[in-house]
Nanobody, 121 residues
Framework: VELVESGGGLVQPGGSLRLSCATT????????VAWYRQAPGQQRELVAG???????NYVDSVKGRFTISRDNTDLTVYLQMNSLNPLDTAVYYC????????????????WGQGTQVTVSS
């Protein structure tokens, strides 16, 4: 059972990327899922979360720019990132909080490899 992140890359300021978090070995629709990121020298932080029912939560710095969504048909959670700026540069991870809405609490899974997002001109 694991979550696998993909979709990162190098993008210019103002650009967009869509990240994907695929669940393997389990029914991903059973979990609330969140995206987190860790910039060099910084602690990992919550970016956005989505409950099983589709309710969303965002950190203030990404509100209006990022959109989290889920497709329970293919068991994937997406993070659409628009208007990217250099402060968004980080490794992005997805994971599933044990208690829905406790986005910074205990998590079901070990951290994966993440996907690197670099915003630079």
């Amino acid at each position: 059972v694991e979550l696998v992140e993909s979709g990162g890359g190098l993008v210019q300021p103002g650009g967009s990327l869509r990240l994907s978090c695929a669940t393997t070995g389990t029914n991903g629709s059973l979990y609330a899922v969140a995206w987190y990121r860790q910039a060099p020298g910084q602690q990992r932080e919550l970016v956005a979360g989505i409950t099983r029912g589709g309710r969303t939560n965002y950190v203030d710095s990404v509100k209006g720019r990022f959109t989290i969504s889920r497709d329970n048909t293919d068991l994937t959670v997406y993070l659409q990132m628009n208007s990217l700026n250099p402060l968004d540069t980080a490794v992005y991870y997805c994971n599933a909080p044990i208690h829905e809405n406790d986005w910074n609490g205990a998590l079901w899974f070990s951290w994966g490899q993440g996907t690197q997002v670099t915003v630079s001109s």
